[in-house]
C-alpha cells in the first residue's frame, strides 16, 4: 500500500480534522488577502469590513462538508444570500467555496439531498446575477455561474458512482472473507465431527477387546497360565493397533509432517508404509480357559486378511515404546472377516456369512461399511450379556451392499429396564455415528430390538457404478450352488448334487440352537432380493448354516480349494 492510499484510508477515518484543516488553510489565504488590498480595488461604496463578515460566514459550515453534508450545503446557502441581501456584498473569494458545498453534498449526500441542494445552487445563481446587475445584461453573470455549478455537480457524480463501486467491492471482499472463514469453520467442524467418530470406534472397540482379554486372563491365570499369557499377548496387540490408527488419524492435525490424504481426509494406502501384520497360532482360540476364560489371539484390527499380499513383512513385527507407530491403510470391507475373527479371539460367538461377488469400493464407503460393523460388534459386546450369539451377513447385489449384525442377548430390550442395583446407561454416540456415516454416502442405518430378544443392526449402502463393474479379487468367486440354482430356477436336490461333485471338500456344520437367525424378523428387504440373496427355497437352510464356504479355483491349479471357515469360537 502506498502513500495515497494510507492517506485517503487516514483522511477518510478523519473527515472532520481534514475539513476543519483545509477550511482554515482557506481562511488564512483568503481574509489576510482581502485586508492587503487597497479600497480602490473593490467598486465604489465596498464595505470591506461586511466582506470579510461575508466570507467567514460561507467558511463558518465547511468543516462539516463530509460528515453533515446536507446541514452545511443548506448553511453555505444561507451565508450567501446574507451575503448578497443583507451585507450588501456582490462578490468575495470565499464564494469560490461554495462549488465546494455542492461537491461534496454530491459524493456524500443522500440523493434526496443532493438533489435538492442543486436546486438552491440555481436559485442562488439567478439569485446572484440579480444581484450583481438589474439589467437584461445579468444574463452573462447567471450562464457562467451556472456552468461552474453544473461541473461541480458532475465531478460530484463521477465521484460518487466510484466511491459506491469502491464500497460494493470492499463489502464483496469482506462478504467473501466472512464465507471463507465459515466455510473453514464448517470443515473445521466436519473434520472435528470425523475425528470423533473415528476415535470413538477406535478407542471403544480396542478397550472393550482389552477390558475383556483382562478379565479373561485374570480368571485364566491360576487355571491356564498359558491361556493367560495369550490374553496378555492380544491387549498389547490390541493396543499397539489403537496407537497406531490413533496416530494415523491424528497425523492430519499435525502441520510439520502432512500426510498425502484421499478425498476423505485419510491417509492414502498406496503412499504410506505398510503396517507390520501381527501373527498368531491359528489354534490359539479354539481352546477354553477354566471358568469364564476368554479365548485368545493376535489379530489387529484393520490388518489385511493376508498380510503377505498386502505387502507386510512376514513375521510380524512389533513397534518399540519408544520409536513411531507404524501407519498402515485404512481398512475396508475386505477386513471385515479380520474384525470378526478378532471379536471371536475376545471371547464372542460369531458367525458370518458372504453372499454375492464381494466389489472393490472406494476408500470412504469401505471404510463405513468396516466402522459400522465394528461400532456393531462393539455394542454387542457391552450391552448383549453374557456369552451372546452373534450373526454377521455381508450381501453384495449389483447395485447395493448390505450389512447386517444382528445377536441373541438380553440387553435392555429383552430385559424392558435396566437393574435396579445398577446405574441408568447414558446414552452413547455409536449408533449416531453409524447414521452420520451412512448419510454421508447415501446409505441407510436400521438399529432396533429383534423380537424375541436381542438387537439388529442393518446397514444398506449404494455401490457406486465404477465399482460395481470390478471385482475385488482378479480369480472368480464362486457363488453358493443352492442360491445359484434358486437364480436359474433348478431344482434345490439337483443344485446340492451339483455341489457335493464339484466341491469334494465340502463340510457342513449345525449352528448352535440361540444363533440368531438373519431372516427370522421378516422377510428380506427389496434391496437384498436385488443383489441376489438366497430364495425361499434355500432360506432355511442358509439361515442355519453357521460355517460358510467359499472356493476359489485356480484357472491354473484346478484341484486348488481354499476354504475359509467361519466357525465362531465356543
Same mark, same amino acid.
Given at each position: 500500500m502506498g502513500w495515497y492510499e494510507r492517506w485517503a484510508q487516514w483522511s477518510e477515518r478523519h473527515r472532520f480534522l481534514m475539513d476543519l484543516g483545509w477550511t482554515v488553510l482557506a481562511a488564512l489565504v483568503l481574509i489576510p488577502g482581502m485586508l492587503t488590498m487597497s479600497s480602490t480595488s473593490f467598486s465604489p461604496g465596498y464595505d470591506l469590513r461586511a466582506g470579510v463578515i461575508a466570507s467567514l460566514l460561507v467558511l463558518a459550515p465547511l468543516p462539516w462538508c463530509r460528515t453533515r453534508p446536507f446541514a452545511s450545503a443548506v448553511a453555505v446557502f444561507v451565508a450567501s444570500m446574507v451575503q448578497l441581501w443583507v451585507l450588501d456584498v456582490d462578490l468575495v473569494a470565499a464564494d469560490l467555496l461554495v462549488l465546494v458545498s455542492i461537491y461534496c453534498i454530491t459524493v456524500y449526500g443522500t440523493r434526496r439531498a443532493y438533489l435538492t441542494c442543486a436546486a438552491l445552487g440555481v436559485v442562488g445563481a439567478v439569485a446572484f446575477g440579480l444581484a450583481v446587475n438589474l439589467s437584461v445584461h445579468s444574463v452573462v453573470v447567471v450562464i457562467p455561474t451556472l456552468a461552474l455549478l453544473a461541473a461541480s455537480f458532475a465531478f460530484g457524480l463521477?465521484?460518487?458512482s466510484r466511491r459506491a463501486m469502491l464500497l460494493a467491492m470492499r463489502d464483496r471482499t469482506l462478504r467473501l472473507e466472512i464465507e471463507r472463514d465459515q466455510q473453514a469453520q464448517i470443515a473445521t467442524a466436519a473434520e472435528r465431527s470425523r475425528i470423533a467418530r473415528e476415535m470413538h470406534d477406535i478407542v471403544a472397540h480396542s478397550l472393550s477387546v482389552i477390558i475383556a482379554q483382562a478379565d479373561g486372563g485374570r480368571y485364566a491365570a491360576t487355571a491356564d497360565p498359558a491361556a493367560a499369557q495369550r490374553s496378555l499377548g492380544t491387549i498389547a496387540e490390541t493396543g499397539r493397533a489403537a496407537l497406531a490408527d490413533m496416530r494415523r488419524l491424528l497425523g492430519v492435525l499435525r502441520d510439520d509432517q502432512p500426510a498425502p490424504t484421499t478425498p476423505l481426509g485419510l491417509v492414502a494406502p498406496d503412499d504410506v508404509p505398510r503396517a507390520p501384520a501381527g501373527t498368531?497360532?491359528?489354534?490359539?482360540? &479354539?481352546?477354553?480357559?477354566? &471358568?469364564?476364560?476368554?479365548? /485368545? =489371539?493376535?489379530v489387529a484390527a484393520g490388518t489385511p486378511p493376508d498380510a503377505a499380499d498386502h505387502g507386510a513383512p512376514p513375521g510380524g513385527g512389533t513397534t518399540p515404546a519408544s520409536g513411531a507407530a507404524p501407519l498402515r491403510p485404512q481398512p475396508d470391507a475386505a477386513d471385515i472377516g479380520q474384525l470378526v475373527e478378532q471379536a471371536r479371539d475376545s471371547g464372542m460367538r460369531v458367525s458370518w456369512a458372504r453372499v454375492g461377488v464381494e466389489r472393490r469400493l472406494p476408500p470412504g464407503v469401505g471404510l463405513t461399511l468396516y466402522r459400522v460393523c465394528q461400532e456393531a460388534l462393539t455394542n454387542v459386546r457391552k450391552h448383549a450379556g453374557p456369552r451372546p450369539a452373534v450373526?454377521?451377513?455381508?450381501?453384495? =447385489?449389483?447395485?447395493?451392499?448390505?450389512?447386517? /449384525?444382528?445377536d441373541d442377548g438380553r440387553g435392555l430390550a429383552a430385559d424392558g429396564s435396566p437393574s435396579p442395583d445398577e446405574p441408568a446407561p447414558a446414552p452413547g454416540y455409536g449408533l449416531l455415528g453409524m447414521r452420520e456415516r451412512a448419510e454421508m454416502f447415501g446409505g441407510t442405518l436400521t438399529a432396533g430390538p429383534r423380537r424375541g430378544g436381542g438387537f439388529s443392526v442393518r446397514f444398506v449402502v449404494p455401490i457406486p457404478r465404477a465399482a460395481a463393474r470390478v471385482p475385488a479379487v482378479t480369480e472368480p468367486v464362486a457363488v453358493d450352488a443352492e442360491q445359484a440354482a434358486v437364480d436359474a430356477g433348478q431344482p434345490a436336490a439337483d443344485a446340492d448334487a451339483d455341489a457335493a461333485a464339484a466341491q469334494p471338500a465340502a463340510v457342513e456344520a449345525e449352528p448352535p440352537a440361540d444363533a440368531p437367525r438373519?431372516?427370522?424378523?421378516g422377510p428380506a428387504p427389496a434391496a437384498a432380493d436385488r443383489s441376489g440373496a438366497p430364495g425361499p427355497a434355500s432360506a432355511e437352510r442358509t439361515e442355519h448354516t453357521e460355517l460358510t464356504e467359499h472356493t476359489e479355483h485356480d484357472e491354473e491349479h484346478p484341484d486348488r480349494t481354499d476354504l475359509h471357515d467361519t466357525r465362531g469360537a465356543r
Amino acid at each position: 500500500m502506498g502513500w495515497y492510499e494510507r492517506w485517503a484510508q487516514w483522511s477518510e477515518r478523519h473527515r472532520f480534522l481534514m475539513d476543519l484543516g483545509w477550511t482554515v488553510l482557506a481562511a488564512l489565504v483568503l481574509i489576510p488577502g482581502m485586508l492587503t488590498m487597497s479600497s480602490t480595488s473593490f467598486s465604489p461604496g465596498y464595505d470591506l469590513r461586511a466582506g470579510v463578515i461575508a466570507s467567514l460566514l460561507v467558511l463558518a459550515p465547511l468543516p462539516w462538508c463530509r460528515t453533515r453534508p446536507f446541514a452545511s450545503a443548506v448553511a453555505v446557502f444561507v451565508a450567501s444570500m446574507v451575503q448578497l441581501w443583507v451585507l450588501d456584498v456582490d462578490l468575495v473569494a470565499a464564494d469560490l467555496l461554495v462549488l465546494v458545498s455542492i461537491y461534496c453534498i454530491t459524493v456524500y449526500g443522500t440523493r434526496r439531498a443532493y438533489l435538492t441542494c442543486a436546486a438552491l445552487g440555481v436559485v442562488g445563481a439567478v439569485a446572484f446575477g440579480l444581484a450583481v446587475n438589474l439589467s437584461v445584461h445579468s444574463v452573462v453573470v447567471v450562464i457562467p455561474t451556472l456552468a461552474l455549478l453544473a461541473a461541480s455537480f458532475a465531478f460530484g457524480l463521477v465521484r460518487r458512482s466510484r466511491r459506491a463501486m469502491l464500497l460494493a467491492m470492499r463489502d464483496r471482499t469482506l462478504r467473501l472473507e466472512i464465507e471463507r472463514d465459515q466455510q473453514a469453520q464448517i470443515a473445521t467442524a466436519a473434520e472435528r465431527s470425523r475425528i470423533a467418530r473415528e476415535m470413538h470406534d477406535i478407542v471403544a472397540h480396542s478397550l472393550s477387546v482389552i477390558i475383556a482379554q483382562a478379565d479373561g486372563g485374570r480368571y485364566a491365570a491360576t487355571a491356564d497360565p498359558a491361556a493367560a499369557q495369550r490374553s496378555l499377548g492380544t491387549i498389547a496387540e490390541t493396543g499397539r493397533a489403537a496407537l497406531a490408527d490413533m496416530r494415523r488419524l491424528l497425523g492430519v492435525l499435525r502441520d510439520d509432517q502432512p500426510a498425502p490424504t484421499t478425498p476423505l481426509g485419510l491417509v492414502a494406502p498406496d503412499d504410506v508404509p505398510r503396517a507390520p501384520a501381527g501373527t498368531r497360532p491359528r489354534g490359539a482360540g &479354539s481352546g477354553a480357559a477354566g &471358568s469364564g476364560a476368554a479365548h /485368545v =489371539g493376535v489379530v489387529a484390527a484393520g490388518t489385511p486378511p493376508d498380510a503377505a499380499d498386502h505387502g507386510a513383512p512376514p513375521g510380524g513385527g512389533t513397534t518399540p515404546a519408544s520409536g513411531a507407530a507404524p501407519l498402515r491403510p485404512q481398512p475396508d470391507a475386505a477386513d471385515i472377516g479380520q474384525l470378526v475373527e478378532q471379536a471371536r479371539d475376545s471371547g464372542m460367538r460369531v458367525s458370518w456369512a458372504r453372499v454375492g461377488v464381494e466389489r472393490r469400493l472406494p476408500p470412504g464407503v469401505g471404510l463405513t461399511l468396516y466402522r459400522v460393523c465394528q461400532e456393531a460388534l462393539t455394542n454387542v459386546r457391552k450391552h448383549a450379556g453374557p456369552r451372546p450369539a452373534v450373526t454377521v451377513l455381508v450381501r453384495w =447385489g449389483e447395485e447395493e451392499v448390505e450389512l447386517r /449384525v444382528e445377536d441373541d442377548g438380553r440387553g435392555l430390550a429383552a430385559d424392558g429396564s435396566p437393574s435396579p442395583d445398577e446405574p441408568a446407561p447414558a446414552p452413547g454416540y455409536g449408533l449416531l455415528g453409524m447414521r452420520e456415516r451412512a448419510e454421508m454416502f447415501g446409505g441407510t442405518l436400521t438399529a432396533g430390538p429383534r423380537r424375541g430378544g436381542g438387537f439388529s443392526v442393518r446397514f444398506v449402502v449404494p455401490i457406486p457404478r465404477a465399482a460395481a463393474r470390478v471385482p475385488a479379487v482378479t480369480e472368480p468367486v464362486a457363488v453358493d450352488a443352492e442360491q445359484a440354482a434358486v437364480d436359474a430356477g433348478q431344482p434345490a436336490a439337483d443344485a446340492d448334487a451339483d455341489a457335493a461333485a464339484a466341491q469334494p471338500a465340502a463340510v457342513e456344520a449345525e449352528p448352535p440352537a440361540d444363533a440368531p437367525r438373519p431372516e427370522e424378523d421378516g422377510p428380506a428387504p427389496a434391496a437384498a432380493d436385488r443383489s441376489g440373496a438366497p430364495g425361499p427355497a434355500s432360506a432355511e437352510r442358509t439361515e442355519h448354516t453357521e460355517l460358510t464356504e467359499h472356493t476359489e479355483h485356480d484357472e491354473e491349479h484346478p484341484d486348488r480349494t481354499d476354504l475359509h471357515d467361519t466357525r465362531g469360537a465356543r
